[in-house]
């Protein structure tokens, strides 16, 4: 009468009263998706803080400990799933650590997927230098890490710059920490090395979701134009002394997006079965499904942003068969429709709106069946000879 | 390509860790319909006060104002509706007035869902008896208020025990506040005024949750037994001048449930449409879609506690078909399965968290289509002569 019930998930995260990041990009999709989830918010903003102002709190280490006990005193940690997410400070992060042990020791089976959040390729390290040592004492305690480039860097020491490098890595982070599963989020290869890896297409449900005629710059790997890097998303594991690693092309989406990481490694603490070898091992099969609900919304949100210029959508839509730099609405061209001052904060404000990921608008591209974004096996004896 | 979206809402109510009260009740439902739900966390407990161990922090006034100053400087503050729930406390109940009055004051078509929490009946007056006058005052910002009995009879001061005493609490509310709308949760009434209103069964859908042959307890018009009080639900709306209410009958289920006037409020805020005229008028419509989901939940709620006792449903299911007080788990029983000290707060936890509304599990039953729960216009003049 009830049905399956995929079980409970504790998502230890921030919380945005606006916007979808942290576990406002994490928690309407895994109920979606039928998780119980019970959720700790480890901050409380007004938006996230690519808008250029927000206001609001952090939630005190005291104020997580006093949480985690009223939880465990009522027999409430019972959860067969964890995520942990922006933690802020090393003093919150150091509480969130030890729950996660205790969860851990009184439930080994419990799956825990840690998304290292410290920074990126771009902005460099945007939390505090001391947190790094804990999040890599962490990794022992980890099923999955959900890594960018500069994390798996950062965490690794290992400088990726080759597919030499980018093994270097992987086996650095799998043996040195005993981390069976490793999904690195995304990063941006020559397209002379990504010829080598004979990665599939995007998959018909993508292509589906665009506008027919596809515009030129969405080919078919979805590369944003010949002589541009290619986003790669790999997915490693590491059992019985075997590395295991498959790698996925993405299409460039130009433009600014923010929770994106966020719901990718939800999604990946979603789609991942520990016992599943068919018709792909337990990792793989995660990212793959994660990567088809994450790519379709990120597609739908580009899409989205592209027509709706300006808060209230006043601006008139744009024509989406232009090249992508020029379909990018500008703040000049936002003022068109409603003028604001230079310095007031609404005017990136709107920017930034319209490009909240549409995880409530398209839910229904987040539980949808099917098979997910295609991947290719990677022969590493091959590549590294 | 993007659809109708039914718009933005802002929230503002308590969150609880685990479990499904305040925002956690409001806003999976609201964003399952479709809703873009701003959410702002009053208070980040572990788990409701009804488990009679908690712990957490409220969020202060300070706090609430930065998060208002936050998004009004984005202009982020563009919503099409508000509701608000518990918020702990005078002073902060003051601050969120304020964000109110702003907000009608720059979009007075804003639909303004007031649930004003502060007791109940068997428990009495749960809030800080200052925050009586706040509510009062805001009364007049309201589109639609969600009381309880008590709360009606605190905010009228008048007290319930007949027809005419009900009108007169209706009435006074109405034209005392310029209120133009009241969704009267529940009361338990006498059947034998019960019958002179006429009300109609339960429909179909309800009825098909339950298994078959239903249970001898559950007739047609969801009595518990023919000598006991019928809970009844009113509408009731005042619009130029012509008082015009609505009485709904409801089941009596047996059992504390908590979140069920929240669920009820983030329902009627999700369902009212101010232009409709038919085939109900708004507040009715509105009222009659929420009980529709809000009657199918906690009964598919009830029927889950009823067949799990213990937090990992390990003890035997039981019949369904007996009289409700002789399937509710008692903590002893639940002791047969896992025996806990009688002062372990884990005892009465695993009672509270087999009865937390299963809004995510039964999600289906919040976005069904078709008509709501059947209700019936009352005939004042013939009712009060």
Same mark, same amino acid.
């Given at each position: ?22 576990? +406002? ?321 609404? +005017?990136?404000? +709107? ?6 990921? +549409? ?27």
């Amino acid at each position: 009468m009830f049905g399956a019930e995929p079980g409970r998930v504790l998502s230890i995260q921030s919380h945005v009263v606006s916007g979808y990041v942290g576990n +406002r990009a994490a928690t309407f999709p895994l109920q979606t998706l039928g998780y119980d989830v019970d959720v700790v918010n480890t901050v409380q903003f007004s938006n996230h803080t690519g808008y250029g102002y927000t206001n609001g709190h952090k939630t005190t280490p005291e104020q997580l400990a006093a949480i985690f006990e009223g939880l465990a005193t009522n027999g409430l940690i019972t959860h067969s799933r964890v995520l942990t997410g922006y933690v802020p400070g090393a003093e919150a992060l150091q509480v969130v650590g030890v729950q996660i042990e205790k969860m851990k020791k009184d439930n080994p089976d419990c799956i825990y997927v840690l998304d290292p959040v410290m920074g990126d390729v771009g902005t460099g390290l945007y939390v505090s230098p001391d947190v790094v040592p804990i999040y890599k004492d962490m990794l022992r305690l980890a099923t999955v890490i959900t890594p960018n480039q500069f994390e798996v860097e950062l965490l690794s020491g290992v400088k990726i710059d080759s597919l030499a490098t980018l093994n270097a890595a992987l086996i650095q982070l799998h043996t040195e920490h005993s981390l069976p599963h490793i999904a690195f989020s995304s990063i941006p290869l020559p397209i002379s090395i990504v010829s080598t890896l004979s990665l599939p297409a995007p998959p018909q449900q993508y292509d589906r979701l665009l506008p027919t005629p596809h515009p030129p710059w969405f080919n078919a790997v979805g590369v944003g134009a010949p002589d541009e890097d290619v986003l790669v998303c790999f997915a490693s594991s590491f059992v019985d002394g075997q590395l295991d690693t498959w790698a996925f092309a993405l299409p460039t989406i130009d433009g600014y997006f923010s929770g994106v990481g966020d719901l990718f490694s939800a999604m990946v603490l979603a789609h991942f079965h520990p016992a599943q070898t068919s018709p792909l091992p337990a990792l793989p099969h995660a990212v793959s499904k994660a990567l088809l609900a994450v790519q379709q919304i990120l597609l739908r949100t580009h899409l989205y942003s592209l027509s709706h210029a300006g808060p209230s959508g006043t601006a008139t839509p744009r024509p989406f068969h232009a090249a992508p730099e020029s379909v990018i609405p500008t703040d000049a061209e936002l003022d068109s429709a409603a003028p604001l001052n230079p310095k007031d904060p609404r +005017r990136k404000a +709107r920017r930034m709106r319209i490009r909240e990921l +549409r995880v409530v608008q398209e839910r229904a591209l987040i539980s949808q069946d099917g098979v997910g974004w295609p991947g290719q096996r990677l022969n590493w004896s091959a590549l590294l000879t």
